[in-house]
């Protein structure tokens, strides 16, 4: 069976102008969107620019818009369009060229965050001759993992209407990043990560409009995460006013 | 990292809702407010006519009673149920409970949330079935 | 062109790259120094293949097990064609490395005491391997790479392309990159350069690979004299979806799962594997959890013998999760539940899953010595794209993860080392083969002349590796594939790119990668076609040549880069310091060894 897929180019080096262009190809039940991209690039038009890597749904690379809801390329399928199919690189991004966008904004906001174990005064330090690892119930784990299995697709970003308003927003991926640490029993950074949470371009850009957690491909609900994360600064805004001291927003005692 | 991300997109469009179903009922549950507002002004004006006497009172009991504000109230009554609704459904995710180690489900922590609402609305039909 | 001037550049961002830059940032404040550490990579870091890891990653842990045994399983494993040196070093820092990770974040899997919890995993004789549910390698590259964001010293090229080392006088001094975002040409001045590039499963059709999995920094090393080594071992995984290839974790296997053939019968007994473990109580080194090499041999007799289903066009075995119960499946194998539900439409807690052997690792590489170093002076190599010498014919599941964490550490460490009292070269020396780099890809682009399609060139090349170098191998099958990979080679000399622009030109990468892949093709086939005998993941149907041969061939192959010319193989030695060889049984059979 044949189908036929649009797709916005943008090529800025031939013309300023973006335009649309068809491509019809013959899929099957298991055709994804990624295998018709491919089709294209090897037998259609060898200059179609998109990215792409696993075609198993974990690097995060081929997040595109799908008749306007961002899809990663590999886990959509073909079969579950009738109608038109229109593929354009991801909102709320700028765009370098045909379906490959600019994520280094998204980066900014990641690395922002301190998206890293912060122990800084440990009760047993690391020592590579008598090695010892932090204990975790399988409980704490829960607390945080399902923060932690995030792609970094930036899927969530072009769903996000307060990112696309305004793209100094840390966003949904960095901030559920930023409260994976935040939940995790080992960490004891929360409050150097609550100056950048706790502030309007942090959690309180988040109106919890929701589609963020809806588009996500690994269920990793950043608008729980980032709401959640509301809870928290608004506890450290609290602790600090009764204590006068912007500094004892720490709220996880040793676990 | 020897890239800076200077190029910025135009913002959005004022219109950008208008775009997806999800976006629509997300204004929608924004905009439940307004009905709201109407609803929390008559509750206002009606207590200033207590304050100012019987006459001010009766007039505020007769504008009440018109079939407009009748409906705006009733469309207010509608608003407040699908806030509630949306509202609920959030709250296990803003603040999941757990009991001992394990994460209440989802929709226990919603039903919990409805049977506080009949609750709270059995407990005022008695008080005003007791006056 | 712009240059900027770093003390370590290293080439790959995935688990070693990332893992060699966070080595070389300690090494350096340890001895008080202030380097400055590039990573270049064609993509994002965490894009990076390593992600795709899913079962997990092995270090002795419990009290019952010991350094010995993890070293026997791993040189049996490699049917004695490791470095037993590297070996040894390997088991004795893989501890520290896992512990190492758990300290900057990585979600280890636990059990109720809150200690790591460890899984049995195929051709290991105790559980060892550490995991973070089936998603392993995604946690294991996304810890790294958050917590190298704590390094300011480490500056990351992401989406930069590296061309070309740049070598003067047998030691490197630099790297040449292609932005990819503009087109541009860079040049890193550097003391010393790791490489970092993961393997070549690419070269093949069928795998379980991404598609950046090309090989381009094995072929960099190999066109600047350094040996490629052991190339001709290239491992199927036993348990890939068919159509895809996309992996399905040997984790299922060591969690109980079992294959069956088309007649619902347990077919691996039949290839010294047995005798049959019991439902649900599997055992290490038995039946399913045989290793890689041995289970994908067993699936081609199976089918040959016609004892295979089908699935859409390809013949398949089943791989049957169903005995363990959904809480089990659901908590231990979220991720499979999730591609088999997607990529073949086959929910594993109903119906067994159909599976069939893919391309899935380069056990060969850059030739390496145990301190991670090439024979280019400040050249050094760490994870899939080099050949330290521990994986041997054959890698044991789980071990590559730890790998890229003791010999990314190891390497980084050591570039760090010798940075500290290294001069960089002078910069006209790399002007120079940087402008060689720039009049290649203006020909590679050149619209005024007609030239060979990289499409076709490119499925002739994972055609012919795939006929020649499968499972099985014959002398006339691999002659012929190495034939066929030297036309391709001459061919690819006229090839063209058609896309004229000069940013994210995909095109021109897709053209640069296969000609690295054609170049170590060409080793890989060589090594296989002149290794006459059958050895771990190299099995041969050609008489008298169906078993292991150590009087003559219990050597290391090196291919060696000649240009245009046909490349040349040498023979090594192997360090058999600790183990003699011996047989390499499992099942009952290897019940009897000290193993």
Redesign the interface.
């Known amino acids: 069976m044949n189908k036929t897929i649009s797709v916005k180019r943008y090529?800025?080096?031939?013309a300023a102008e973006s335009y649309w262009q068809a491509f019809e190809l013959p899929v099957d039940?298991?055709t994804s969107l990624l295998d018709a991209l491919n089709h294209i690039?090897?037998?259609l038009d060898?200059?179609l620019?998109?990215?792409?890597?696993?075609?198993?749904?974990?690097?995060?690379?081929c997040g595109v818009m799908v008749n306007g809801i961002p899809k990663l390329g590999c886990?959509t399928f073909l079969r579950d369009y009738d109608g038109e199919i229109r593929i354009e690189p991801l909102a709320h991004f700028p765009v370098?060229?045909?379906l490959?966008v600019?994520?280094e904004i998204f980066?900014e906001h990641?690395?922002a965050v301190?998206?890293?174990?912060i122990?800084d005064d440990p009760v047993k330090p690391?020592d590579?001759q008598a090695?010892?690892?932090?204990?975790?119930?399988?409980a704490?784990?829960a607390r945080?993992?399902q923060f932690?299995?995030c792609?970094?697709c930036g899927l969530c970003y072009s769903a996000c209407p307060q990112f696309g308003l305004n793209p100094e927003f840390r966003g949904p991926a960095a901030i559920a990043?930023a409260h994976r640490?935040n939940q995790?029993s080992?960490?004891h950074g929360k409050k150097q990560r609550m100056a950048e949470l706790n502030r309007h371009e942090g959690v309180w850009s988040c109106t919890f409009v929701g589609f963020c957690s809806k588009v996500c491909p690994k269920h990793v609900d950043p608008a729980a995460a980032v709401n959640q994360g509301k809870v928290e600064a608004a506890k450290h805004t609290l602790i600090a006013l009764f204590k006068g001291d912007e500094m004892n927003g720490e709220g996880k005692a040793h676990e | 990292?020897?890239?800076t991300s200077s190029q910025r997109l135009p913002p959005l469009k004022r219109n950008w809702w208008l775009k997806h179903r999800f976006f629509k009922l997300y204004m929608l549950r924004e905009a439940t407010v307004l009905p709201l507002v109407f609803f929390l002004l008559c509750l206002m004006a009606g207590m200033v006519a207590l304050v100012q006497g019987a006459d001010s009172w009766q007039g505020w009991v007769g504008f009440m009673g018109s079939p407009v504000v009748l409906a705006l109230n009733l469309l207010a009554l509608a608003a407040s149920l699908y806030h509630a609704a949306t509202f609920f459904v959030l709250f296990p995710r803003v603040m999941p409970l757990r009991i001992a180690g394990r994460s209440l489900p989802d929709n226990m922590i919603v039903a919990g949330q409805w049977a506080g609402v009949v609750v709270v609305a059995l407990l005022f039909f008695w008080l005003l079935g007791r006056a | 062109m712009r240059q900027?001037d770093f003390d370590i550049v290293i080439v790959g961002g995935g688990g070693a790259g990332l893992r060699a830059a966070i080595g070389a940032a300690e090494a350096a404040k340890e001895q008080g120094a202030s380097q400055r550490i590039a990573m270049l990579s064609k993509?994002?870091p965490?894009?990076?293949?390593t992600?795709?890891a899913e079962g997990g990653a092995a270090a002795v842990t419990s009290s019952d097990d010991t350094h010995q045994a993890h070293f026997d399983d791993t040189v049996s494993g490699g049917d004695w064609l490791v470095e037993q040196g590297v070996v040894d070093y390997f088991v004795h820092h893989a501890?520290?490395e896992l512990?190492?990770m758990?300290?900057?974040?990585c979600?280890?899997?636990?059990?109720?005491?809150?200690?790591?919890q460890v899984r049995r995993f195929g051709g290991m004789k105790t559980a060892r391997t550490w995991f973070a549910a089936d998603?392993t390698g995604?946690?294991m590259l996304?810890t790294l790479f958050?917590?190298s964001?704590?390094y300011p010293e480490i500056?990351?090229?992401?989406e930069y392309f590296v061309l070309d080392l740049a070598v003067h006088e047998g030691a490197v001094i630099g790297v040449i990159a292609l932005q990819i975002?503009t087109g541009e040409l860079t040049l890193l001045r550097a003391k010393a350069v790791i490489l970092a590039t993961g393997g070549a499963g690419r070269l093949f059709r069928f795998n379980t690979n991404?598609?950046?999995v090309t090989g381009d920094g094995m072929a960099m090393a190999y066109r600047h004299g350094v040996a490629l080594r052991d190339m001709e071992f290239v491992q199927y995984h036993p348990t890939g979806l068919p159509?895809?290839g996309?992996?399905i974790t040997e984790a299922c296997r060591g969690e109980g799962g079992i294959l069956l053939n088309k007649d619902g019968y347990r077919y691996l007994q039949d290839y010294g594997l047995g005798p049959e473990t019991p439902l649900g109580q599997p055992e290490n080194k038995y039946m399913e959890l045989g290793p890689r090499d041995k289970l994908s041999q067993a699936f081609w007799q199976e089918q040959q013998a016609g004892r295979t289903g089908k699935f859409?066009d390809s013949d398949v075995v089943y791989l049957d999760l169903r005995h363990l119960g959904e809480k089990t499946i659901l908590e231990r194998l979220p991720?499979i539940c999730?591609?088999a539900k997607?990529?073949?439409?086959v929910d594993p807690v109903k119906e067994p899953i159909p599976i069939r052997p893919a391309v899935h690792y380069t056990m060969g590489g850059i030739e390496t010595n145990p301190q991670c170093e090439t024979s280019i002076t400040g050249l050094y190599a760490a994870g899939e794209c080099a050949s330290v010498g521990l994986h041997g014919a054959n890698r044991l599941g789980s071990n590559s993860l730890t790998e890229l964490l003791v010999f990314g550490r190891l390497a980084g460490e050591q570039a760090s080392r010798r940075a500290a009292h290294t001069e960089w070269a002078d910069s006209a020396l790399l002007h120079a083969q940087a402008e060689r780099q720039q009049a290649t890809l203006a020909r590679l682009c050149d619209g005024n002349r007609s030239g060979e399609n990289?499409?076709d060139l490119k499925h002739a090349m994972v055609q012919a590796m795939e006929s020649g170098c499968g499972i099985y191998r014959t002398e006339e099958s691999m002659a012929q594939a190495l034939a066929q990979i030297r036309k391709l080679r001459a061919r690819y000399r006229e090839i063209r790119v058609?896309?004229a622009?000069?940013?994210?030109?995909?095109?021109l990468l897709e053209c640069l990668e296969l000609g690295c892949g054609l170049d170590i093709a060409e080793a890989s086939c060589l090594g296989a076609l002149e290794r006459r005998e059958s050895r771990g993941a190299h099995q041969r149907l050609d008489e008298g040549m169906q078993t292991r041969d150590d009087v003559n061939y219990l050597k290391h192959s090196q291919v060696f880069y000649q240009g245009e010319a046909p490349a040349r193989l040498h023979w090594q030695e192997v360090d058999v310091r600790f183990s003699a060889p011996a047989e390499r049984a499992y099942g009952d059979a290897g019940k009897g060894d000290k193993v």
Request: hydrophobic residues 30%; contains cysteine; proline residues 5%.
């Open positions: 090529v800025p080096d031939n039940d298991s690039k090897e037998q060898s200059t620019s998109y990215r792409w890597s696993c075609r198993m749904a974990i690097c995060g690379s886990k370098q060229r045909d490959v600019d994520m980066l990641l690395a301190k998206p890293y174990l122990d690391f590579p090695p010892e690892t932090y204990r975790q119930s399988p704490q784990l945080y993992k932690a299995n792609i970094n990043l640490y995790d080992r960490d | 990292m020897n890239k | 900027q993509v994002y965490m894009r990076s293949h992600v795709a501890y520290q512990v190492q758990e300290r900057w974040g979600p280890w899997s636990r059990k109720d005491d809150g200690q790591v998603k995604f946690h996304h958050q917590t964001l704590k500056e990351r090229f992401d975002a991404a598609g950046i159509g895809s996309i992996l859409g991720f999730e591609l997607s990529y073949i439409n990289w499409v058609n896309d622009s000069k940013i994210f030109n995909t095109e």
